[in-house]
């Protein structure tokens, strides 16, 4: 039989084990609503995303290695490692501010650099502009706005391309002849959407935007996209062969991988939609499952390599994060897009390692050096 003074004692306990979790549970709820609230807790609000003024580069807001709390003793072997590989230039963005710029081998900030291949993704957000200015449609066939003849295909077999297959590498036209994107020199292989192939033939999207605006494509451009960034200066130069390559400021190059790192927005501005964005960084047909549209896609089960049609398991980066998106050109030039951790990374130089490919071991030890940074 339990004793009156037992049965209180047991209250008691009781009591105070209640008003324990009573305590925790009050702080708990003020730690949250601290966190959504401006009630003056310790809280610190996340940090807004910072764009640079269209000022010409003249002004872009900084953050140290220190203010993030990483690691400075891996600084010195990231930049020993860029200029031993023939780089020259290098940028790290953090939340839109710039963490880490170094240039090499007698490069500076005011020197254009070409982009290569990198420059395809500009392409692709042109248009996206495009589309969402309703001059365009993804889905229509080449043809409609370039008239048959644009291939040396049948025309019953160019008539299945369209411009998603430009923007997705699988046009069916034989990538084995060179950067030639005259009618003479694309061939049929495969029907449309059947064959995933690396081709410069995605430049005919240029001149679809230019038959569909009634501009020149650099104009278009220009207006759409490049002044909209503040790209100051950057210019689209004639490498032969009906190609154009684009050529920028290392800082330029830094200002579209911002504007990628937040799905097309620049500074409140929508510049291109974000469902076309989130789908050109998305995979963009079951083929290769690392390509959106003309972006590279990190952290895929497989992955094709341009002029090849082997499919090789696992991601293209294995070092790098899985949610990356890049563009990447030849010699190496480097647009690495992270969203989980806010940062965009810029590389141009030459090769590497005295070899033109876009994607190359580089990367990988690249990435290696970058994670010591913040790991």
Not at 102 to 121: D, I, L, R, V
Not at 129 to 134: H, T
Not at 145 to 168: D, F, R
């Amino acid at each position: 039989m339990i004793k009156p003074f037992q049965k209180l004692n047991v209250l008691i306990e009781n009591l105070q084990i209640m008003k324990k979790y009573f305590t925790l549970f009050i702080f708990a709820f003020l730690l949250i609503a601290c966190s959504e609230n401006d009630c003056g807790c310790t809280t610190p609000p996340e940090e807004a995303m910072y764009f640079p003024p269209n000022d010409g580069n003249v002004t872009w807001e900084t953050k140290t290695i220190a203010d993030l709390g990483w690691n400075q003793t891996a600084v010195q072997p990231l930049l020993d490692y860029l200029n031993l590989k023939h780089s020259k230039s290098f940028i790290i963005l953090v939340n839109g501010k710039i963490v880490m710029e170094n240039y090499f081998n007698g490069h500076s900030a005011t020197q254009p650099w070409y982009w290569a291949s990198a420059g395809k993704t500009l392409t692709s957000t042109v248009t996206g502009i495009a589309e969402q200015e309703g001059i365009i449609n993804i889905n229509n066939k080449v043809s409609d706005y370039l008239g048959t003849g644009w291939t040396s295909a049948p025309i019953a077999k160019e008539n299945l391309i369209t411009c998603k297959n430009l923007l997705s590498m699988n046009s069916g036209l034989n990538d084995a002849l060179g950067d030639d994107v005259s009618p003479a020199n694309l061939q049929y292989v495969a029907d449309a959407g059947t064959r995933w192939a690396y081709h410069n033939v995605y430049v005919k999207l240029q001149d679809v935007i230019a038959q569909a605006s009634g501009q020149t494509w650099t104009n278009y451009f220009n207006i759409k996209l490049r002044d909209k960034l503040g790209m100051t200066g950057g210019s689209w130069i004639n490498s032969g062969d009906g190609l154009s390559v684009y050529w920028s400021t290392t800082r330029n190059m830094a200002r579209f991988g911002l504007m990628a790192l937040n799905k097309g927005k620049w500074n409140g501005n929508q510049v291109v939609n974000e469902v076309y964005f989130n789908t050109a960084i998305n995979t963009s047909q079951p083929i290769n499952q690392s390509y959106g549209y003309l972006w590279w896609l990190n952290g895929k089960s497989s992955y094709h390599l341009p002029q090849s049609q082997l499919q090789l398991s696992g991601s293209i980066i294995p070092s790098g994060p899985s949610d990356m998106f890049m563009a990447l050109g030849k010699n190496d030039q480097k647009i690495y897009v992270i969203p989980s951790k806010k940062m965009v990374v810029i590389r141009m130089g030459d090769a590497a390692d005295n070899v033109n490919l876009a994607l190359s071991d580089f990367d990988d030890v690249l990435w290696q050096k970058i994670n010591a940074l913040y790991q």
